[in-house]
DNA sequence: TTGTATGCGTTATCAC
DNA sequence: GTGATAACGCATACAA
């Protein structure tokens, strides 16, 4: 840490149109009309507005002009995911901000850490800001609370999962059918004990996840229940779930794992006892590395460029349009094939 | 793509503190007393004006609050990284975010993409919007432009490279020492032709980490100048770069990569010479999964988290002191040792 | 083509 | 304690 001798400017008054119309000698009411880039204006005087702009270093101050515009608008949405830093996430945010900032628009972000109070003040403080709109990634039991939001003209938009207690625009991965292909392709390499961990299954995608595996085993005699394991929200409880699974007798010769999560405690437990080059293993969500493990993991990956964009598409429509019908919009997952789910089952 | 049947209601005008006087049966400015904590209201009144904030919804407009008080605050901050999807900057927007949001601001988000046109536009929009100060990871070969925003009174803090052309609060990694430690770590394992791949020396944290890493070979009679390789800027460049060291006679037994994108690179080239096993490795900056692989990845890991705080403390503490001398903070870099860096020298 | 009066929702000033 | 009035920087309506 080292101090460097510095010679702050006095704060000065930034500059208002007032100011920049009295330098050009005009009427304000003629500044504005450039600034706004509304017709009537001479193209001369025009020039003298714009000098004058950048002999003051103008610039205007969009938060005075929302509170009087018409519509109320402030060019700003706001973001709320459970935890900015996770690559899903962050991805997400990469893909929103993008879309806003092409119309115009900035984002707020927030991390509710998965808790509904957190959630809601969030939501408080971007109402509070008059965001146009907001994107969220919903928790807890219940989002009627956003009627009130909506009804000050604020659009909401769900990803991830839907909203609860609330219709509205929602965006969701195939959580179900991704998981599916997974079981069918550990089927093929002839796994029939195929084992399950997943998060809370008091959570959306989890629940749906579940259903995937549950129903795609059906049709190879159906899930052993000792080899599902729910409720693990870190990476250690599941990997204490993976370890007391490959205890079992008979042990599974195939696990898929329901998150990233869950993915990173599962392979420390195939790498701690040793079985990791003879267990068929596919995550839910695709890893950075995940191509340079060894064996690589296959994956089912979410597309999460294209749930953001489907998120930020619905919610400018929505500013655009708020009496069209709410829409649910379900993006397919990509299955990625490296080795680690083509192990083949033992004496296969 | 479902549509749902749903009754959108009618946009309401959102209640202000004249309704909820009215409501109240007072004058407006009790309300306002009452919003703000001001002293001098019965608490008697104070519970009608609450109740009636209560019934009718209201909601503080703090777009138009900030408009009018004395210090124009808008407790709101920006933050431009380069890529907000990258692992290293969500993590740093994530504690900037809890850090400004313990203090009651809200964090507006942009990405660069490392192209200055677009840092300027982004400060641009960020300056329209008010922000109280704003935190960026600095792009291009100069930053003047900025001393416009401090005279409006916006605090201006860099965070993993300094700004240039402009004195300011500054937070970076000790790249240098970082590289040093993971030099004499492979020298230590009997390594003498250690190579470098490295991003743009244009770059700060490049450029140091290239002279940290020159520096230390000096000790062990210097590094061979084919040994080095900079100006790869996205995985495939590395891959290629590292590629072409080995097919080097005499080839390089270590590798040092400059930062998470080489790595990336690099890990597949050597996985695609079949070398992995055999040739020790360092990467700067950490990975998810960097302790899965085999051999496990050593790095030299950045404290994001670390970094991410004292530039949002470098922030706030500008704000309460505009007039502070600036201070630039060098955050350690942890070494974590794995098992990729002990891969002895042939022979050794 | 340009300018004036008015108002947005809030905070600041000062009188009651 | 409480409330009227002005002001912030800008947009809207309308007059000139």
Known sequence: MAA????????????????????????????????????????????????????????RNSIASSIRRSDQRTSSIGLIVEDLANPFASSLTRVVQDYARERGHLVLVGSSDGDPGQEAELVGEFGTRRVDGMILVPNGPDQSYLEEERRRGTAVVFVDRPGRGIEADTVVSENAAGVAEAVRHLALAGHTRIAYLGDFESIYTSAERLQGFRDAMAAFGGADPRHIRTGLHDPEQAHRAAAELFALDPAPTALIAGNNLITVGAVHALQDLGIRDRTAFVAFDDLELADLLRPALTVVAQDTAALGEAAARHLFERLADPAAPYRRTRVPVRFEVRSSGAIPAPGH
Chains 1, 2 share one sequence.
């Open 4 to 59: 460097v001798p510095n010679p702050p400017e006095s704060p000065r008054r930034a500059p208002t149109i007032k100011d920049v119309a009295e330098r050009a000698g005009l009427g304000f009411k003629t500044v504005s009309r450039v600034l706004n880039d509304e017709p009537n204006v001479r193209p001369e005087t025009r020039d003298r507005v714009l000098a004058a702009v950048a002999e003051l270093g103008y610039r």
